[in-house]
Nanobody
Framework: QVQLVESGGGLVQPGGSLRLSCVAS????????MGWYRQAPGMQRELVAR???????NYADSVKDRFTISRDNAKNTAYLQMDSLRPEDTAVYYC???????????????WGQGTQVTVSS
């Protein structure tokens, strides 16, 4: 089985920073993409940032120049550094990965359980 486990969420004041981590564990063989989505109450889940194994990175327009995604391939871990946080960044943040496990013959999509990020004074 594959698991994605997030950590690093919490409460922060506007203008502050948080760093999220996501570790892919279990029967992971090869990771194609790792990324972060978020969902605020009453809103659809949206892509925040994604990093591909070829180095390509995508950001939502709303977080460009404030958030930075990175990846440690040796640790099967992705990070999301969030700076200059705003109240509108408040949401549950979900880790997402497209990967090949040792028990399947095709790439599959996996999700973490989510971590709450609250930006408030």
């Amino acid at each position: 089985q594959v698991q994605l486990v997030e950590s690093g969420g919490g409460l922060v004041q506007p203008g502050g920073s948080l760093r999220l981590s996501c570790v892919a564990s279990g029967t992971v063989y090869s990771i194609k993409t790792m990324g972060w989505y978020r969902q605020a109450p009453g809103m659809q889940r949206e892509l925040v940032a994604r990093i591909v194994d070829n180095g390509e990175i995508n950001y939502a327009d709303s977080v460009k120049d404030r958030f930075t995604i990175s990846r440690d391939n040796a640790k099967n871990t992705a990070y999301l550094q969030m700076d200059s946080l705003r109240p509108e960044d408040t949401a549950v943040y979900y880790c997402n990965s497209l990967l090949l496990s040792r028990t399947h013959l095709a790439f599959s999509e996996f999700w973490g359980q989510g971590t709450q990020v609250t930006v408030s004074s």
